[in-house]
C-alpha cells in the first residue's frame, strides 16, 4: 500500500471514530434522596455535546420508573436534551400489580404535598448535574407522571415548560392555578374513559381564569395511555396503544421544547 492510501484510510478510520463518538449517548441510574428517604432515578444526555444542554424531566407511570421511562429519557437524549427519569416512590419500589400500583399512586394523589417534593427533589437533583443548563429547564410525565407536571407547576416551580401525556385532570382550585409560571401542554385522549367530562371542565376553566399560557389537544380515537405499546391495542378496555396519536404528540412534544427553550 503507497503512502498516499495509508492517509485515505487513516482519514477515513478518524472519520469514522468521530461519528460513532458523535451518536453514543450515556445512561445509568443515580441515586439521591427525598425527605430522607433513597431515590433511585436514570440518566441519558449525549456525551459528544460540550455545551450546557436544556434539562428535562420524566415522570414515570404507576408502576414507577420502568423501562418505558428510561426508553423515552434516551429518546429526550437523542433530541439533544439531558433527561433525568425521576423516581417518585421510592429505591427498589415498583408495583408488580395493578392493586400495588394503585395503592402506590394513590398515597401521592392523596397528599399533593408529598407528590410535589418527590418532583421537585428530582428535579433539584437534575440540576446539579454539569451537562445541564439550569436556566432551560422542563418536565414530561406519562398517565400518573402526566398529573405529577401538572403539580410541579401548581408549586410554582420556574421551569419553562410542562407536557402531560395522557395524564390525570383533576381540579386543584383557583389559588393552585394562580401559581402557575410556566407554558403547560396537555396531549390527552379524546375518548380517555379515566378522565370525567366534568373534571375536564372543571379543570380547562381553572387554567382559563389563571390566564395560564396552556396547549391543550385532543387525540380522536384516543384512550387512555395511548402513548404505550405495552397497554394493547383494545381501546374498550380503557387504556390502549394509539400509534397515531403517540406519534404525533411525540412531534407537538418536540415544537414545544423548541418555542420554550428559543426566548
Not at 374498550?236 to 421544547?257: C, I, L, P, Q
Request: with cysteine; proline share 2%; glycine share 10%.
Amino acid at each position: 500500500m503507497n503512502y498516499s492510501l495509508k492517509i485515505v484510510f487513516a482519514l477515513i478510520l478518524i472519520l469514522i471514530t468521530n461519528m460513532n463518538s458523535r451518536s453514543e449517548i450515556v445512561t445509568k441510574d443515580i441515586e439521591y434522596t427525598s425527605g430522607g428517604e433513597t431515590m433511585q432515578g436514570y440518566i441519558a444526555y449525549d456525551n459528544s455535546i460540550s455545551a450546557k444542554m436544556p434539562g428535562v424531566i420524566v415522570i414515570h407511570q404507576w408502576k414507577g420508573l420502568g423501562d418505558y421511562e428510561k426508553m423515552r429519557a434516551k429518546q429526550l437524549a437523542e433530541l439533544g436534551y439531558f433527561a433525568m427519569a425521576v423516581d417518585i416512590y421510592g429505591k427498589g419500589i415498583r408495583p408488580a400489580s395493578s392493586e400495588e400500583a394503585s395503592k402506590q399512586a394513590g398515597k401521592f394523589y392523596a397528599d399533593k404535598n408529598l407528590y410535589r417534593e418527590r418532583i421537585r427533589s428530582g428535579l433539584d437533583e437534575m440540576l446539579k448535574q454539569s451537562h445541564v443548563d439550569p436556566s432551560k429547564t422542563a418536565a414530561i410525565g406519562y398517565c400518573f407522571g402526566g398529573s405529577g407536571v401538572i403539580e410541579l407547576a401548581r408549586s410554582g416551580a420556574e421551569v419553562d415548560g410542562v407536557v402531560s401525556f395522557h395524564g390525570g385532570l383533576r381540579p386543584a382550585g383557583a389559588e393552585d392555578a394562580s401559581n402557575i409560571k410556566t407554558s403547560v401542554m396537555v396531549l390527552h385522549g379524546a375518548d380517555d374513559p379515566y378522565i370525567s367530562a366534568e373534571d375536564k371542565a372543571a379543570f380547562l376553566k381553572e387554567m382559563a381564569e389563571a390566564k395560564v399560557d396552556m396547549v391543550f389537544t385532543e387525540y380522536s380515537g384516543a384512550v387512555h395511555s395511548f402513548t404505550d405499546k405495552n397497554a394493547g391495542d383494545d381501546n374498550s378496555k380503557g387504556a390502549a396503544y394509539n400509534e397515531n396519536a403517540d406519534k404525533r404528540s411525540w412531534v407537538a412534544m418536540k415544537k414545544f421544547f423548541e418555542e420554550i427553550f428559543s426566548k
